[in-house]
């Protein structure tokens, strides 16, 4: 392989050295659940919880309050939740605005789910399929 | 602490919403689909300047913990020390329309660790890696992880004022991404060059798409 012009800057090998990290790391999903919670707040909040988050609450995963709920007294960073997610909001946005960590949030959210506080709503892990994807790039040509 | 306990089964009666009762179809609010988009790169690359030129709101941050691994590239070891970290990342968006909504995920790696993004890219369409061609090296870690993880993903050089370091033939060259990899040229401060860079991350994303749908 020939390194194309010839300037003065510092050069690095082409394959294989110039990433390093090729063959060091493990393959993506090997990363262990649980290891989540180094930090003493977001331990606290959670009371103590160290399983990893649920898997089906992601960033960008749609919450909004479960219209069966009942009015129940909730910790503050619940109540918090609660009274966002009216309209249907991300995880990531709740963890925002409340500037409450991502981990907490996904626990917090889980939580609420199961009581039956929160719906969220579960997407598969499935590849989003072409239409939904010409949909995108139709409304992202549309911006100027 | 103690609660008071929730009913898990209610009857229709029971249903409540603040203390007046209504029915559910008045107060269900179909959420849009929510799809995401990557965008990764080293320190003070221009992240939150891409996500920020194209979100409908002012880039939101939020902290995260990622799973962090330092590689022997000083301390050759045979061993890869790993511990998570706390990571800043910031997120924008645009509605599509009342039914799907494109979020932008703005992640820092950092060159000699590699952080394990895998629930940030599960369900991703795919990622946007952005360079600094004054330190290429930064953004090895994502473009390896993506790589891995076969993610769609295009190498965006952040033009900084039209001073490319490098051409993008040597950015090629250094990164010694697959032929299919695009690599582009792009301002993360203006929102038609950012737009037109994430065209280029749906294309990818669309040939993976039909590829997996044809069978
Ligand atoms: N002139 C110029 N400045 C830019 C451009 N992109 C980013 N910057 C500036 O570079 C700095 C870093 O940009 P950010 O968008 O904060 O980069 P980042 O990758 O989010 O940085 P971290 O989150 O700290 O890793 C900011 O001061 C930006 O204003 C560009 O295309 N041209
Ligand atoms: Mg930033």
């Known amino acids: 392989m020939t390194y194309p012009g010839g300037r003065d800057h510092p050069r690095r090998d082409a394959a294989p050295g110039v990433r390093p990290f090729l063959r060091t790391k493990p393959a993506p999903g090997q990363s262990e659940a649980g290891d989540t919670n180094s930090t003493l707040r977001p331990f606290v909040i959670t009371s103590g919880r160290v399983d990893g988050p649920d898997p089906d609450i992601n960033m960008e995963t749609q919450v909004s309050v479960h219209?069966?709920?009942?009015?129940?007294?909730?910790?503050?960073?619940?109540r918090a939740i609660v009274t966002l997610c009216v309209e249907p909001l991300s995880v990531a946005e709740i963890s925002a605005r409340l500037h409450l960590h991502l981990g907490v949030t996904r626990i917090l959210v889980g939580d609420?789910?199961?009581?039956?506080?929160?719906?969220?709503?579960?997407?598969?892990?499935?590849?989003?399929?072409?239409?939904?994807?010409?949909?995108?790039?139709?409304?992202?040509?549309?911006?100027? | 602490m103690d609660y008071e306990p929730f009913p898990r089964q209610l009857t229709p009666d029971q249903r409540v919403v603040g203390t007046a009762r209504v029915p559910d179809e008045q107060r269900r609010t179909t959420p849009p689909v929510p799809v995401k988009i990557i965008v990764a790169g080293g320190f003070g690359v221009g992240k939150t300047t891409t996500v920020g030129a194209i979100s409908e709101i002012s880039p939101l941050t939020t902290e995260a913990e990622m799973t962090m691994e330092s590689i022997g590239v000083d301390d050759p070891g045979p061993a890869t020390s790993k511990t998570t970290t706390t990571i800043a990342m910031d997120f924008g968006c645009v509605t599509i329309d009342k039914t799907l909504k494109l979020y932008l995920f703005g992640t820092p790696g950092q060159s000699r660790f590699a952080f394990m993004w895998d629930d940030l890219i599960r369900g991703a369409l795919g990622a946007l890696v952005v360079v600094d061609t004054n330190r290429i090296d930064d953004c090895y870690p994502a473009v390896d992880y993506f790589e891995r993880a076969g993610l769609p993903f295009v190498v965006g050089v952040n033009t900084f004022d039209g001073q490319l370091g490098y051409n993008l033939d040597e950015v090629r060259w250094a990164l010694a991404v697959r032929e299919d990899v695009p690599v582009l040229s792009?301002?993360?401060?203006?929102?038609?060059?950012?737009?037109?860079?994430?065209?280029?991350?749906?294309d990818q994303a669309l040939h993976k798409s039909i590829k997996l749908n044809s069978h």
């Open chain 1, 67 to 78: 219209p069966g709920a009942a009015p129940t007294r909730l910790p503050p960073e619940k």
């Open chain 1, 112 to 144: 609420l789910r199961a009581d039956g506080h929160l719906e969220v709503h579960v997407l598969g892990d499935d590849f989003p399929d072409p239409e939904t994807i010409m949909r995108v790039i139709r409304g992202l040509r549309a911006i100027s």
């Open chain 2, 186 to 202: 792009f301002d993360a401060r203006f929102r038609g060059s950012v737009r037109d860079a994430l065209l280029v991350v749906l």
